[in-house]
């Protein structure tokens, strides 16, 4: 009998091979152990056998994400699978791309954390445009010596993506494809119209003042604002696959198309997008193979302003007095008819009347589906094209050149129509105006690799020599506004009407194009597979910093040890492998804008000059600095991995990773003029941690078990400012100003603000809070207002007794994937989750005082023993106690959540092959079906661009239901 095993490793060469056996001998037959085909990782630039990576290095296979669909981007399918990995979502919005880190936060600058995306060799921005069906394995390089061959772009973190490719043999057609529906998993508990009156007058009542409402208990539960902008929403996915192939040539061929509806008035938040890819290898001379991979992706999406205090559906919903109908049918009954009567353009439903406006709460808040009228005919679109071409030369048995080019070209843009439109006092638009906005952009490189590989006596040897060249942000863009067209009605507005010239604007630019080169290098050595070795490094070279910097030099290596592969390690069914491994790299940050170091001169600072006219003046933007740099991240990394009773594989996984010179604009006084304030390197930041991989597989019969749970805990510290500054103010929130610092000693972005000690319950205790002079430290305070902690002791409080009010990033991060299967059965259960981090929740506008509140609010301080946590509700609030920042804004984001839950059945074979298939599976799936946390808001998992677990209004993520088919031919 002949046995052949293949397994598609993109663009490297494709390991067979062959054994023999005889029916005639009875006996059960194993392969050697130096014969045993081992399971092989993309280490960059080429692969290495699991057995002997040294590095910290995370593998997610197309089997462990192939039955798991996700909502539109494929950086989900990293969520929960790889310890030390946290990706959380920014929205739950179709098409919102999650916040993804690698081993915590690397620098200070928004962008500057992400890790750096490598798809079959190709480093692109983001993965959006990726169809994840099309993806082969994805290997995450966490530590400095795995990532160090990628140099200056590899302090976040390194992410490669091998797409699918070809298989010699039959040509084969697969479809896999899902249809569902989703909906909110959890919306907030507000007042309705009754309690709101009453808490309305309560707060006038305490602040001196007539009620608002004359009979309160008249307006029952009034507008529930939420029901009218939630919904059910569809999601489908239908993806084609051809491959097939020859001994000389193989292709893999693929078509997907995806769409997802929003929960949240899905009119305007949906989410569109068409794949298409085509891969294929050619063996041109036995030492000759040539190949390409080519990828398009369209999209379309519409989408609303989201995790936003100032506006938008969500936010409004949560604000919005109850009091004020959805729609008016009857405009003379109203309390504020004239709000209704003296606005030409207020905006109406399909039926001619006027959607409800509220006279108390305004602002940018309006009547969500009154917005809604007037965002129809908004949307944004992008075409991207990924391809390469790539020539793998084999001059001997031992020496291999690869020559690629790489390439991506982007076009992007968005559409827009504002009708003429009243939806309150503050928030109106007397013209129209259609808006049309262009980009593209181009990006390419090339590299070239020299690979050595020999084996000679015990001793296995690879040494790798590489050059690159990358040019990036080949850009330009171009938009263009018409205003006061002769229609209101978006499906009928155009760039053909014939306007007045004044009516009309332009504005186009060119991008500032980036250039690095690179030059690398690699040793990768064993002995007799249990004495492990591999030395890296890599000099990068970029216009983004001045001559003298252009330069940097990134070193790593790493050391390994199988010492189960010792002669003196005894045989035995309860450790049967164990290797120690640790390594040491420098990588590299330069995640800023072009040309920071030096000082351009720009338009707009016009002046007069004894004439009174003004002439148009040019001044410098910022303060140049010559002496700008990388930013340099050192990572220490030591673990050990063993298998255990057979079935058990662990890997425990230590590190200290260390940032520098980390780049960040200074703050400097407005009466310099400068239009920006210049960078930087001014910080050192730290993070520790532990990672723990643990799984688990075994067969009985027909039964099948897999598991896979990994676990992380990370401590972020900040350790250096720059000169003279303990804590620069990071996030900000309305009237409460600063709610987070980068603070020395601290982790990044951690909360700050007034520590409350409870509530005070009568006249004396206020009058008993006192310093050691014998003054009232609240001197405002009412029975009813929170009590302040006078952190520093100066008998006064104010901004100073500001103390750390916990962390805003997760100390620990988990996840748990369960695979059974019974014949034909399978199940799949995943969970995620993480904790030890805090939320703020800054739901309600603190500027609107009559803005609605969470039925919280009923549990307030009413009088001596009625609370000790929520104080009296008032709108002059004169002891601050909703307009500063204090501990009563920040609850737990501890969660766990029940991700995933999957029943599958496959066909018999013969019931398949009755209509030609080769395999048939059904299935249906849950998502986000329970989540269990104390959080109080839509929504947990909360990230950010730069910041995290700051809660404005956060589009949630939707509960659904899916079915779906696998189908092979």
């Known amino acids: 009998m002949n046995v052949r095993i293949s397994r598609s490793l993109g663009m490297v060469a494709v390991l067979y091979f062959t054994a023999n056996f005889t029916a005639q001998n009875t006996k059960n037959h194993t392969l050697p152990k130096e014969q045993k085909i081992e399971e092989v990782v993309m280490i960059g630039y080429g692969t290495q056998k699991k057995s002997n990576v040294t590095g910290a290095i995370s593998s997610i296979k197309a089997s462990d994400i192939e039955n798991a669909p996700v909502a539109g981007r494929p950086e989900q399918v990293l969520q929960g699978r790889a310890a030390g990995v946290s990706v959380v979502s920014n929205s739950g919005q179709p098409g919102a791309a999650p916040t993804v880190r690698v081993r915590g936060i690397t620098s200070f600058g928004a962008g500057s954390n992400d890790p750096l995306w490598v798809v079959d060799g190709i480093v692109v921005d983001n993965i959006g445009w990726l169809n994840q069906s099309d993806i082969e394995g994805m290997e995450i390089l966490k530590d400095g010596a795995s990532a160090a061959i990628y140099g200056v772009s590899a302090a976040k973190g390194v992410i490669l993506i091998t797409t699918k490719k070809g298989a010699k043999g039959r040509m084969n057609l697969s479809y896999n494809g899902f249809f569902g529906v989703g909906s909110a998993a959890k919306k907030l508990d507000l007042l309705n119209a009754n309690q709101y009156a009453n808490i309305m007058n309560e707060a006038n009542a305490n602040d001196g003042k007539a009620p608002m409402f004359s009979n309160p208990n008249s307006f029952g539960a009034g507008t529930d604002w939420q029901k009218q902008i939630f919904n059910t929403a569809q999601r489908q996915s239908h993806e084609f696959s051809i491959n097939g192939g020859n001994d000389k040539s193989t292709f893999y061929t693929s078509f997907g198309y995806y769409d997802q509806e929003g929960i949240v008035l899905r009119d305007i938040s949906n989410y569109k997008r068409i794949n298409a890819r085509f891969n294929s290898t050619h063996k041109v001379f036995d030492f000759l193979t040539i190949g390409q991979t080519f990828a398009y992706t369209h999209v379309k999406a519409q989408g609303i302003s989201d995790n936003n205090e100032f506006g938008g559906p969500l936010s409004s919903a949560i604000n919005l007095d109850p009091t004020t109908p959805l729609v008016v049918t009857d405009i003379a009954s109203q309390p504020f008819p004239s709000d209704y009567t003296n606005n030409a353009n207020i905006v109406k439903d399909p039926n001619g009347n006027p959607y409800g406006i509220s006279h108390y709460v305004s602002k940018e808040m309006s009547n969500p589906l009154a917005f809604q009228e007037t965002q129809r005919g908004r949307y944004r679109w992008s075409d991207d094209i990924v391809a390469n071409v790539f020539g793998d030369l084999k001059i001997n048995k031992h020496l291999n050149f690869k020559s690629t080019v790489n390439g991506k070209l982007s076009y992007w843009g968005n559409q827009a129509f504002t009708p003429k439109a009243y939806l309150s006092s503050a928030n109106s638009n007397n013209t129209n105006n259609l808006f049309r906005e262009i980009q593209r952009k181009f990006e390419w490189n090339t590299e070239n690799t020299l690979t050595y590989q020999n084996k000679f006596g015990l001793h296995n040897l690879s040494v790798l020599l590489g050059q690159g060249y990358y040019e990036y942000n080949i850009s330009y863009g171009q938009n263009t506004t018409y205003k006061n067209l002769p229609t209101n009605n978006w499906q009928d507005a155009s760039f053909n009407f014939d306007i007045s010239a004044t009516d009309k604007t332009s504005n186009a630019w060119d991008g500032k194009e980036t250039h690095k080169a690179s030059y690398f290098a690699r040793v990768v050595y064993d002995y007799d597979n249990r004495y492990l070795f591999t030395g890296t490094i890599r000099r990068d070279g970029s216009s983004k910093f001045a001559r003298a910097n252009h330069w940097g030099t990134f070193p790593a290596m790493s050391l390994g040890w199988n010492v189960s592969n010792e002669s003196f390690w005894p045989e035995n069914n309860v450790v049967t492998s164990f290797k120690l491994r640790g390594g040491y ?385």
């Open 585 to 969: 790299g420098v990588l590299g940050n330069d995640a800023i804008d072009d040309f920071q170091f030096a000082n351009f001169f720009v338009a707009g600072s016009n002046y007069t000059f004894g004439d009174n006219v003004v002439h148009v003046g040019y001044a410098p933007s910022t303060l140049e600095n010559p002496d700008l740099k990388w930013e340099r991240t050192s990572q220490l990394n030591i673990a050990a991995d063993l298998k255990i009773l057979k079935n058990f594989d662990l890997s425990v996984d230590v590190y200290r990773k260390k940032s520098t010179d980390i780049l960040r604009r200074v703050d400097l006084p407005g009466y310099l003029g400068l239009i920006n304030s210049p960078w930087r390197n001014i910080g050192d930041m730290n993070n520790d941690g532990i990672e723990v991989s643990l799984g688990y597989k075994k067969n009985w019969g027909d039964f099948g078990i897999s598991a896979n749970g990994n676990f992380g805990y990370l401590k972020n510290e900040i350790t250096r400012l720059e000169a003279n500054k303990e804590y620069v103010n990071f996030a900000s929130f309305q009237t409460l100003g600063t709610v987070s610092r980068l603070q020395v000693g601290q982790s990044y972005g951690s909360f700050y603000g007034y520590q409350n000690l409870g509530v005070f319950q009568n006249q004396a205790e206020i009058d008993a809070y006192r310093n050691s002079n014998g003054g009232l430290l609240q001197a405002n305070a009412k029975p009813g207002d929170f009590k302040r902690l006078d952190a520093n002791g100066d008998g006064k409080i104010d901004d100073a007794d500001y103390v750390n009010l916990g962390n805003s990033v997760p100390k620990y991060t988990f996840g748990l994937t369960l695979n059974m299967n019974y014949k034909n059965f399978d199940i799949m259960v995943f969970a995620q989750g993480q904790a030890g981090n805090k939320i703020f929740q800054g739901l309600r506008r603190l500027d609107i005082p009559e803005a609605n509140y969470q039925t919280s609010i009923l549990d307030r301080w009413t009088g001596e023993g009625t609370s000790n946590t929520v104080a009296r509700v008032t709108k002059d609030d004169p002891n601050q106690n909703y307009t500063r920042m204090s501990d009563y804004y920040l609850q737990k984001g501890d969660y766990l959540r029940l991700k995933l839950v999957q029943v599958g059945y496959t066909l018999p074979i013969e019931a398949a092959k009755s209509i030609g298939a080769s395999k048939i599976r059904f299935y249906v799936t849950g998502e986000n079906l329970v989540t269990f946390t104390k959080y109080t808001g839509y929504d947990p998992e909360i990230a950010g661009a730069d910041t995290f677990g700051i809660d404005r209004a956060f589009y949630p993520q939707a509960r659904t239901f899916l079915f779906g088919a696998n189908v092979q031919f």
